[in-house]
Protein backbone atom coordinates (compact mmCIF):
# COMPACT_ATOMS: atom_id res chain seq x y z
CA UNK A 1 0.00 0.00 0.00
CA UNK A 2 1.17 3.82 -0.83
CA UNK A 3 1.72 6.27 1.74
CA UNK A 4 1.62 9.80 0.73
CA UNK A 5 1.42 13.12 2.92
CA UNK A 6 -0.94 15.53 1.78
CA UNK A 7 0.60 18.81 2.62
CA UNK A 8 -1.85 21.98 2.96
CA UNK A 9 0.02 25.77 2.58
CA UNK A 10 -3.42 27.85 3.56
CA UNK A 11 -6.07 25.77 1.38
CA UNK A 12 -3.84 24.40 -1.41
CA UNK A 13 -2.77 21.14 -1.56
CA UNK A 14 0.81 21.07 -2.59
CA UNK A 15 2.90 18.25 -3.71
CA UNK A 16 5.37 16.93 -1.75
CA UNK A 17 7.94 17.25 -4.76
CA UNK A 18 7.75 20.48 -4.80
CA UNK A 19 8.83 21.50 -1.05
CA UNK A 20 12.13 22.34 -0.16
CA UNK A 21 14.61 20.82 1.54
CA UNK A 22 13.93 22.63 4.90
CA UNK A 23 10.26 21.29 4.39
CA UNK A 24 10.95 17.86 3.45
CA UNK A 25 13.42 17.50 6.80
CA UNK A 26 10.53 19.92 8.96
CA UNK A 27 7.91 17.31 7.56
CA UNK A 28 9.99 14.30 8.17
CA UNK A 29 10.96 15.44 12.11
CA UNK A 30 7.20 15.82 12.42
CA UNK A 31 6.25 12.12 10.88
CA UNK A 32 9.59 10.80 13.26
CA UNK A 33 7.62 12.57 16.68
CA UNK A 34 4.57 11.68 15.90
CA UNK A 35 5.28 8.20 15.28
CA UNK A 36 7.40 7.91 18.49
CA UNK A 37 4.34 9.33 20.84
CA UNK A 38 1.67 6.82 18.90
CA UNK A 39 4.54 4.07 19.68
CA UNK A 40 4.98 5.00 23.19
CA UNK A 41 1.01 5.48 23.73
CA UNK A 42 0.54 1.89 22.82
CA UNK A 43 3.11 0.17 24.20
CA UNK A 44 3.84 0.95 28.06
CA UNK A 45 6.14 -1.27 29.09
CA UNK A 46 8.53 -0.67 25.88
CA UNK A 47 12.30 0.08 27.62
CA UNK A 48 13.21 2.97 25.33
CA UNK A 49 10.14 4.86 26.05
CA UNK A 50 11.66 7.88 26.88
CA UNK A 51 14.70 7.61 24.27
CA UNK A 52 14.53 9.52 21.28
CA UNK A 53 17.51 9.13 18.46
CA UNK A 54 17.39 11.75 15.32
CA UNK A 55 20.16 11.79 13.10
CA UNK A 56 20.41 15.60 11.44
CA UNK A 57 17.01 16.60 12.42
CA UNK A 58 17.98 19.96 11.22
CA UNK A 59 19.48 19.71 8.31
CA UNK A 60 18.30 22.28 5.40
CA UNK A 61 16.46 24.43 8.36
CA UNK A 62 16.97 28.30 8.60
CA UNK A 63 18.10 29.68 11.78
CA UNK A 64 14.56 30.46 13.00
CA UNK A 65 13.77 27.03 12.62
CA UNK A 66 16.67 25.56 14.40
CA UNK A 67 15.76 28.22 17.29
CA UNK A 68 12.33 26.86 17.26
CA UNK A 69 14.07 23.14 18.13
CA UNK A 70 15.13 23.84 21.26
CA UNK A 71 11.13 24.45 22.61
CA UNK A 72 10.22 21.47 20.37
CA UNK A 73 13.13 19.10 22.00
CA UNK A 74 11.83 20.37 25.83
CA UNK A 75 8.58 19.88 25.13
CA UNK A 76 9.12 16.47 23.80
CA UNK A 77 9.80 15.19 27.84
CA UNK A 78 12.30 12.73 26.71
CA UNK A 79 14.77 11.48 29.57
CA UNK A 80 17.49 10.73 26.62
CA UNK A 81 17.42 13.15 23.37
CA UNK A 82 20.49 11.79 21.42
CA UNK A 83 21.25 14.22 18.71
CA UNK A 84 23.41 13.54 15.68
CA UNK A 85 23.76 16.93 13.32
CA UNK A 86 26.58 18.91 11.89
CA UNK A 87 24.73 22.02 12.97
CA UNK A 88 26.81 24.13 15.23
CA UNK A 89 23.90 26.14 16.92
CA UNK A 90 22.46 23.16 18.39
CA UNK A 91 25.24 22.94 20.86
CA UNK A 92 23.65 26.04 22.60
CA UNK A 93 20.58 24.04 24.02
CA UNK A 94 22.18 20.62 24.77
CA UNK A 95 23.67 19.23 27.86
CA UNK A 96 26.36 17.41 26.26
CA UNK A 97 28.30 17.74 23.34
CA UNK A 98 30.77 15.26 21.96
CA UNK A 99 32.77 15.98 18.51
CA UNK A 100 33.58 13.09 16.46
CA UNK A 101 36.19 12.73 13.66
CA UNK A 102 37.33 10.55 10.83
CA UNK A 103 41.19 9.65 11.22
CA UNK A 104 42.93 7.12 9.24
CA UNK A 105 39.42 5.54 8.62
CA UNK A 106 38.72 5.31 12.26
CA UNK A 107 36.30 7.59 14.05
CA UNK A 108 37.69 8.99 17.03
CA UNK A 109 36.49 11.15 19.61
CA UNK A 110 38.03 14.78 19.45
CA UNK A 111 36.34 16.52 22.70
CA UNK A 112 33.62 15.91 24.58
CA UNK A 113 31.58 19.42 26.79
CA UNK A 114 29.62 18.94 29.07
CA UNK A 115 27.45 22.01 30.46
Not at 7 to 34: D, H, N
Not at 68 to 74: G, H, L, N, S
Not at 76 to 84: C, E, F, G, H, R
Request: glycine share 6%.
Amino acid sequence: ESFTPIILKGETEMPYEFLSGGERTALALAYRLALNQLINSFMSNIKTKGIIILDEPTDGFSETQINKMRDIFEELNASQLIIVSHEQKIEGFVDNVIRIAKEKDESQIQEIKAS
